[in-house]
């Protein structure tokens, strides 16, 4: 085995259990609420179903010398006014409450359930005659329907409560279906859709697990407005007809009394707002805890010791800084105690520089920069000193950070949709920010909201200032992004990792865009968050090198490529694909598949309601050979991704033929695409949306095979076994939940998914664009391995050229739902014929900065 492999190993390798998925009822069991309401359920309960056993006297005996008592011994909760013991009706009634409530909620449960799941997995006319029905029932007045009834059948609660829970369970029809129509939309339904299973079993084992925690909440709501409609019939005279105890006849009798004995209100309505308040916060608690069980605990960061490694020496601020941050420690609170994300941090930024923090997932660059913005998310600063031109910052003082944001700080999300108000206009959004920032009025905040949209370099500026954040590219919502941070005017721009989710042209627009903002601003500093050390050549002027919370390296841009002194700069400097050759072709072999003038069609509605239908991919050729890698590379929106989805079947091919041998795959019924699913698998982009946090890796892995291909358990647990062991991981991560492993372990298991059918052929959707440098080598290694050891051949989409060439046989480059250049990975790469691949290029970044440097400046959009 070679010492790349050992190395790999060793790092896939689960000593421990650091993520532990603890039982459901040991989360409930650690909720104080959830005790205490549950025992006082507990005990209402109880002791309404013993009643005959544990009160005191009949319901219906009278003692008439003690009317209207309070507690007394003889009568703990007093007597009403025929002398009936209070305690001994409150008993009895509670057993026509809870079984109304038992019945009305089993109506409720299965009918809005069921038919939320069938209107919210369906399409079409199923949904639409669902939703119809439930707003009718939603449009009849329920209680007056109940009254009705009780006029016919007076007394019989069973039958009101039935009928009660027909008509509410539109709620929750509504409810689950809008969840669900989310819920079936993710990457693990998905995945489970390509395994073969059929859509019932994807409903049931997928689909309605991840609904428990807001069917919870609308069953315990429920409970408690079926109460308080039970109570209301009883006190109209509708319900249980005396001298037959209820909770509402009970308090009906109290009202007729209350000027004579107010305490007989007292014990029915304590007895009644205790049992409501009991089961909304059982119902709070289970959803919280079911939410917290599949988030996962924060792991403990495990820190290599100080002997193992070379000492860092301790890096003073230099005197005179922008910014100066000091031993700079932050932690996260957990239940066994603190845990420390950064610890001891040191750094100062100087007026116009480029500082990059450089690091892999969890360093803990992204803390730091937001504990500087006084914005931790569920983190404190712990010890440490920020200072901003010698005054240092008072993290606890919210009011003084609020200014030092508006004053000092901009700052650049990674992802920029979700940062922008999608309900707002986005020249309405950057003239409140320029109000807010600059104090000026409003004529005089819409003339600099177009000056900043101006400055972001967005063409037609008055155009965009009318749309709305979804109605933005990527590239362009960036921008706006940029330009609410530039409302500020900030001395000191943070930037976390802004051009992560971009593709390579628009990254290099990005990074010329800062940089003309810093050149054309000397008083501007530039804190850059990154993994990517194309970006940190193209615009650093220094570097600090973060990982597991410290700080390992800190140098000058061109010393840092040169000559990195720590072995973990080393490393990811090593495992950049972008630093590798071109990979050699492996031989010519058979034909696999066969793609010919294939066309997929998206329907949709125009502004006007009018439908609409949008072309990505319009006539596409492919050809993939079997044992050889086939490179899909172009931008976001070029087709690229609709081509794996209909080669996979999740989205039906508009025309055109899918041959997978002998087979065709357009057209096929859905029956045959899921019995062809153990010939062709996928591998997606997200690690992290792939798997069904709530199953097991083993339950993941196993249920295709044991439902949707017919082997038995004993084979398929053989399987997954030999499954995980291909992919580097123990036999006993199958007991084990997604929540439990890194990203890079998570990637390791979606291969093993992929390859648990022994497929012929895998589409991977950008299998390492999430993951950081050292772990894209290590499942690209890993990817390599699998393709010798199993001969499976790979439709690898991807918009990063680097991956692309050192993984690639051959490369087809799209455009705009077409191929417009293809050939072997070496003739494409080092000698592309057409326009838009040598844009491609000359947009990706090099991670070397006596090329890079400047070079996003000269990158230029290829438009045809």
Request: aromatic letters at 4%; proline letters at 6%; a neutral charge.
């Amino acid at each position: 085995m070679t010492a790349a492999v050992e190395e790999r190993t060793e790092v896939v390798r689960i000593p421990r259990d650091v993520r532990a998925v603890p039982p459901l009822w040991r989360i409930l069991l650690s909720r104080m609420q959830f005790v205490m309401c549950s025992a006082i359920l507990a005990v209402i309960v109880l002791a309404v179903a013993f009643a005959p056993v544990i009160a005191p006297d009949s319901p219906v005996a009278q003692d008439l010398q003690n009317t209207l008592s309070g507690p007394t011994p003889a009568h703990l909760l007093g007597t009403d006014d025929l002398g009936r013991d209070v305690l001994s009706r409150l008993l009895y009634g509670g057993q026509v409450t809870l079984l109304g409530v038992a019945q009305a909620l089993a109506v409720f449960l299965v009918l809005g359930t069921v038919l939320g799941l069938a209107a919210g997995m369906s399409r079409g006319v199923v949904d639409t005659i669902i939703v119809r029905a439930a707003e009718i029932l939603l449009s009849v007045p329920a209680f007056i329907i109940l009254l009705v009834m009780l006029s016919i059948v007076p007394g019989n609660m069973s039958v009101a409560m039935i009928a009660f829970g027909v008509l509410t369970s539109p709620l929750l029809i509504r409810v689950v279906r809008g969840t669900t129509k989310t819920v079936r939309n993710e990457l693990f339904v998905r995945g489970a859709r390509t395994m073969g299973l059929t859509e019932t079993q994807i409903t049931t084992r997928h689909v309605l697990p991840r609904l428990a925690g807001p069917i919870i909440v609308q069953a315990t709501v429920f409970s408690g407005a079926v109460i308080i409609s039970e109570t209301g019939l009883g006190y109209l005279g509708f319900g249980v007809q005396l001298p037959a105890p209820s909770w509402g006849n009970m308090v009906q009798t109290a009202s007729e009394n209350i000027s004579r004995s107010p305490w007989l209100l007292v014990p029915t309505g304590g007895a009644i707002i205790v049992t409501i308040m009991a089961l909304m916060l059982v119902g709070d608690s289970v959803r919280d805890a079911v939410a917290e069980r599949w988030a996962g605990p924060p792991q403990r960061r495990v820190r290599p010791s100080r002997s193992a490694s070379a000492p860092t020496p301790a890096i003073a601020p230099a005197p005179g800084a922008l910014l100066e941050v000091t031993d700079l420690t932050i932690v996260v609170d957990s239940p066994s105690g603190p845990v420390t994300l950064v610890e001891d941090v040191s750094f100062a930024l100087h007026t116009g520089e480029t500082l990059c923090l450089v690091g892999e997932s969890g360093s803990g660059k992204s803390i730091t920069s937001l504990a500087l913005l006084g914005l931790s998310r569920g983190t404190r600063v712990a010890s440490g000193r920020i200072a901003v031109d010698g005054r240092e910052i008072v993290a606890d003082d919210a009011e003084k950070m609020r200014r030092l944001r508006r004053e000092t700080f901009g700052y650049i999300t990674q992802d920029p949709q979700p940062s922008l108000d999608p309900s707002m206009r986005v020249g309405d959004l950057l003239a409140q920010l320029v109000r807010l920032h600059q104090g000026v009025d409003p004529r005089v905040a819409r003339e600099r909201m177009i000056e900043l949209l101006e400055r972001v370099q967005i063409p037609d500026p008055q155009a965009v200032a009318r749309r709305y954040p979804h109605q933005l590219s990527g590239g362009m919502a960036q921008r706006v992004v940029i330009a609410a941070a530039l409302s500020a005017r900030p001395r000191i721009l943070i930037a976390d990792e802004p051009t992560t989710a971009l593709d390579v042209t628009v990254q290099a627009e990005i990074l010329a865009l800062l940089h003309r903002l810093c050149d054309a601003d000397d008083s501007m500093s530039l804190l850059l968050v990154t993994h990517d050390w194309g970006v940190v050549a193209d615009i650093a002027d220094r570097v600090i090198v973060l990982r597991d919370g410290r700080i390992v390296e800190e140098a000058g841009a061109d010393e840092i490529f040169v000559h990195p002194t720590h072995a973990h700069t080393r490393a990811m400097l090593e495992a950049d694909p972008a630093r590798l050759d071109v990979r050699a072709a492996r031989p010519a072999t058979d034909p696999l598949l066969a793609v010919r003038d294939l066309r997929v069609e998206y329907a949709g509605r125009d502004a006007r309601g009018r439908p609409t239908h949008a072309t990505a991919v319009d006539g596409v050729d492919l050809d993939i050979a079997r044992g050889r890698t086939l490179g899909l590379i172009g931008e976001s929106g070029s087709g690229k991704s609709s081509i794996g989805n209909a080669i996979v079947g999740l989205v039906e091919a508009t025309s055109g033929s899918i041959r997978l041998g002998d087979e065709e795959l357009v057209g096929a019924s859905a029956r045959r695409r899921r019995a062809l699913s153990g010939r062709v698998q996928v591998i997606f982009q997200d690690p992290y949306g792939s798997l069904n946090p709530v199953r097991t890796v083993g339950s993941t892995l196993a249920e295709p095979l044991v439902l949707a291909h017919g082997r038995s358990a004993a084979d398929a647990r053989r399987d997954v076994a030999d499954a995980l062991d291909r992919v580097g991981l123990p036999t006993i991560a199958a007991d084990r939940h997604p929540a439990q492993f890194s990203g890079g372990q998570r990637q390791r298991i979606a291969i093993a998914r992929a390859i648990v059918l022994r497929p012929e052929l895998i589409v991977c959707d950008e299998p390492v664009s999430a993951l950081d440098l050292t772990i894209q080598e290590q499942v690209l290694t890993l990817l390599s391995e699998l393709q010798d050891e199993l001969g499976v051949a790979y439709l690898f989409i991807s918009h990063d050229l680097s991956v692309v060439r050192s993984f690639c046989d051959d490369v087809a480059v799209m455009y705009r739902g077409s191929i417009v250049e293809r050939g072997s990975a070496r003739d494409v790469i080092l000698d592309p014929a057409h326009a838009y691949t040598r844009s491609l290029l000359e947009a990706a970044p090099i991670p070397d900065p006596t090329v890079q440097r400047g070079r996003s400046l000269a990158a230029e959009r290829y438009v045809a």
